[in-house]
């Protein structure tokens, strides 16, 4: 009965974004307009076609891990770790160990990790010492970290945040591509709703920025070429955009079943009121221009809620910028809102953070619900030249100060998967 | 009648390719577990492996396929034809009626592996244009949605060795969403060179040399696991749908699911087994069953001493009581474990084992150690098998049960 339906809110927030520092700098950095792409300081970029990346300048020790967490973890993991600390801390809830009287059930807590690629950078690097740079297929064990393992099998990630916040409900990692950091949110508020779970952190990282993570998207000329400008080269829905910026980071939100944040007084960004996705079963990587399984996603994340299209006043873009992304997403917003497309206000955050596949997902629900709960929608930066195909609002360059009741964010990925979910102001839901 | 049912199955496993050559194979008592092919893993202290020596992928996968994935993904588009021809699951006239759920372990390692060294040993132009999609966890799943025109909510999950039942769990939620059908379960192929070495520094690998000495699971000399290849997709329809479509065959059905994590560390399990207990209870209630109504449990079956003595800790609090001890069950013991794979291939042989109502033994288990409220079955033996429960770990403290029925309506029986 829709009375006993059990609903959702984000009750705290934690960010690890390129250019900034946790969830208040990453927010002033939106806010801002600014952007973190640069040229790569990884490694050497003179081989590579795309040789910028926005960048996370990232100790994991200096935000408060471990020396044994940092020596075993790749940096997804890590990255995760300290979004979740800071996630956790920002919900005042008491997890783990000593918690106290209001902490919630540990067999109540559960966690869904997003990530694209999991560990690629440390399985990348491990393997040019055990195989001598590429010299031997039969790689040598002697090289071979004790932790490689940890770093094949990306559920790890999951094991270290459960372990970090005492967590016993179901863990998973979710990894559907660049839309993992959406699906990831959404599992995780299917496992509340279904009434398995009061409290779930829910969030993506990955870590893409090395060789092989570049090198094949290269070959595909997905990133871009602005190699000359850094700075703009991430330009979506501009009729200049050449392909997307990769970058990296984490985001972790905790949701929790909407009484058991009452219950404690919890401040609340937002309600989670609906989670779709679909496939396009069409191409791996390619997109048909009409949007129609995007569409289709965003028309039943909205029922879910039973939303009218009306009431959307902000739609967190894709956006990667790659040329038929944009087109594609353009004309998904156009055939799920209708009439309403007209009005929406619509921006993308890589162009100041990049493309950091999965986990950019969470980020972008993490800058989404920021948006809703504080009544500023943040720009699509570089946005300089139109294009006739991409023809709605995009928040050019500056934020806006707007309230909205009813927030998307959408995102597509390789395999075809496309992901909506929507965020409605707490303040509407209670009325 | 509503619920989840089982209604097709693939199988592509080291004891055979499909579903009745690999149960053929487990009553026939031929332990697939043999020296490896394909390269000389003695540096790796390891020698032997669960291949699956007769999967032909030609005879699977279209040319223009094969080249832009992973074996793993073969694998997978092999076992999800097999599961769609086995349920006679025609193309719905809705494309978003059908979704793909699947779980991965560890990806497209072989080709993966090729193309970083191709990139190391002589530079970025080497790596090809298919790895930005052949490597990733995701591959499989999209690949299948792709080939199939399957356009249902598609997901995939990675909890290790859990992940087959897991993907099930999840497959539930998008059901239980309006979805009326979903392909889960999955495969994992983890015999080259760099992916073995990585599952190696697990440390939960046996070193023996002879098949007999080294997955023994529940024996007093077990000495860990080994590797093995492939897994199972299976097709899932809610009830009245495969009953409106005229489905013709019901293997079971999906009667409960509980999840939990030990959350206790980041390899080492929780020495009290609480947690996998706790996935078993919940599971159980959630079928609305008791401890007394199960006829068989399929176990993880790790294969370290620690790991079947919390195995059997966790089967002892929740099965301890009843009047007799719960018959328990391995099949992996002749495979080797197949990660994600594996849990998915353990619920098809469960499935198969309450068709026929045999329940094959465990390999190689010559002196089983003390289990209190136990039976390990350690010969093939007839049973009438009206409810099983297939249990699974995933490393650094994944638990997962899901509990199959026996499906009575008009269908009849697989």
């Known amino acids: 009965m829709d009375t006993e339906r059990r609903r959702v809110v984000i009750t705290g927030i934690g960010v690890v974004a390129p250019g900034s520092m946790g969830r208040e700098g990453f927010w002033d950095m939106l806010t801002a307009g600014r952007t973190a792409t640069r040229r790569i300081t990884f490694f050497d970029p003179g081989p590579f076609r795309s040789q910028v990346a926005a960048e996370v300048d990232f100790d994991g020790v200096r935000l408060g891990l471990t020396a044994q967490e940092v020596h075993r973890n790749d940096r997804f993991v890590q990255m995760a770790l300290v979004a979740a600390d800071e996630a956790v801390a920002d919900s005042g809830l008491s997890l783990g160990a000593g918690g106290g009287d209001d902490a919630p059930d540990p067999d109540r807590v559960g966690i869904t990790l997003g990530s694209a690629v999991g560990a690629t950078m440390r399985l990348e690097k491990e393997y040019v010492a055990v195989s001598d740079a590429g010299a031997h297929w039969l790689v040598d064990p002697r090289y071979a ?23 016993h409900g179901p863990a998973t990692v979710v990894s559907t591509g ?20 009061d409290v779930v952190l829910s969030g993506a990282s990955d870590a893409p920025i090395s060789p092989i993570s570049m090198a094949c998207f290269d070959t595909i000329r997905a990133t871009t070429a602005c190699n000359s400008d850094p700075e703009h080269a991430a330009k979506p829905f501009d009729a200049r955009r050449d392909g997307f910026v990769m970058g990296e980071g984490a985001a972790v939100l905790v949701l929790e079943e909407l009484q058991h944040a009452r219950r404690r007084g919890a401040t609340i960004y937002c309600e989670v009121t609906g989670y779709a996705n679909r496939c396009n079963a069409f191409h791996m990587t390619g997109l048909r221009p009409d949007g129609v399984e995007m569409a289709e996603a965003i028309g039943r994340a909205l029922d879910q809620g039973r939303t009218d299209p009306a009431e959307v006043g902000y739609v967190n873009a894709h956006g990667s910028g ?39 997902g969470s980020i972008e629900i993490a800058a989404t619900a920021l948006a809703v709960h504080r009544g500023v929608l943040p720009p699509t930066a570089n946005y300089e030249v139109p294009d006739p195909e991409c023809d709605l609002d995009y928040v050019p360059n500056t934020a806006r100060e707007q309230k909205v009741d009813v927030a998307i964010s959408v995102g597509s990925g390789f395999g075809g998967f496309q992901s ?12 | 009648m509503s619920g989840l049912l089982v209604t097709g199955m693939g199988v592509v496993a080291p004891t055979g390719v499909g579903a009745e050559a690999h149960w053929a194979s487990l009553l026939r008592g031929e332990p697939a577990i043999r020296p490896i092919q394909g390269f000389d893993p003695a540096r790796y202290g390891i020698s032997l492996a669960g291949q699956v020596l007769d999967f032909v992928p030609t005879d699977h996968v279209a040319p223009q396929l094969l080249v832009q994935t992973d074996r793993w993904t073969w694998m997978s588009l092999a076992a999800a034809t097999l599961a769609a ?46 790895q930005s999609i052949a490597w990733f966890y995701a591959a499989s799943t999209g690949q299948i949605s792709i080939r199939d025109g399957r356009k249902g909510p598609s997901g995939v999950v990675v909890s290790e060795g859990a992940g087959g039942l897991d993907s099930i769990g999840w497959a539930r939620r998008v059901v239980r969403r309006g979805t009326p059908a979903v392909l889960v379960g999955g495969t994992e192929a983890g015999l080259c060179p760099y992916a073995l070495l990585c599952t190696e520094t697990s440390g939960r690998l046996s070193t023996a040399e002879r098949a007999e000495d080294a997955y023994k699971p529940f024996d007093r000399r077990a000495s860990g ?20 479509r005229g489905v013709q065959q019901v293997w079971g059905e999906v009667a409960g699911y509980g999840a939990t994590h030990d959350a206790y560390h980041h390899e080492a399990p929780a020495p009290d087994a609480t947690q996998y207990a706790r996935a078993i209870r919940l599971s159980l209630a959630d079928a609305g069953v008791t401890p007394e109504d199960v006829d068989l449990v399929v176990a993880d079956a790790a294969g370290t001493p620690e790991l079947d003595a919390h195995e059997l800790q966790a089967l002892a609090s929740v099965f301890g009581r009843r009047r007799t001890p719960v018959p328990v069950t391995a099949p992996s013991s002749w495979t080797g474990r197949l990660m994600a794979g594996g849990s ?3 619920v ?8 026929d109502g045999i329940v094959p033994g465990i390999a190689h288990l010559d002196d089983p150690v003390e289990a209190e409220g136990v039976d390990l079955v350690q010969r093939t033996r007839v049973l009438d098998l009206e409810v099983v429960v297939v249990l699974a770990r995933g490393f650094g403290g994944f638990n997962s049960s899901l509990v199959l029925r026996r499906h009575v309506g008009e269908e009849g029986a697989a």
């Open chain 1, 145 to 167: 970290s004790r932790f490689l393992h940890h770093a094949l099998v990306p559920s790890c990630g999951a094991t270290e945040l459960a372990v970090r916040f005492g967590a």
């Open chain 1, 322 to 360: 790659t040329k038929q992304n944009d087109r594609h997403e353009t004309a998904a917003v156009k055939r799920s809102l209708g009439p309403a497309a007209q009005q929406v206000a619509m921006s993308s955050i890589k162009s100041m953070v990049g493309h950091s596949l999965g986990a950019i």
């Open chain 1, 420 to 431: 909506a979910i929507v965020l409605a102001s707490a303040s509407r839901r209670a009325s």
């Open chain 2, 348 to 355: 098809a042989t469960a499935l198969l084992a309450m068709r």
């Open chain 2, 344 to 346: 998915a291939l353990n």
């Open chain 2, 225 to 244: 696991h080994v590797v093995g290849e492939g897994g199972a997709i299976l097709l899932l329809e809610e009830a009245d749908a495969a009953r409106a």
């Open chain 2, 85 to 130: 021809e086995d349920a006679g699951y025609d193309d719905p006239e809705d494309a978003y009626a059908t979704s793909v759920f699947l779980a991965a372990g560890s990806g497209g390692n072989e080709f993966s592996q090729h193309e970083i060294q191709g990139l190391w040993a002589k530079g970025p132009k080497s790596v090809g244009a298919y």
């Open chain 1, 178 to 197: 660049c839309t993992s950091g959406i699906d990831a949110v959404g599992y995780g508020s299917q496992l509340i709703e279904d009434g398995d779970a």
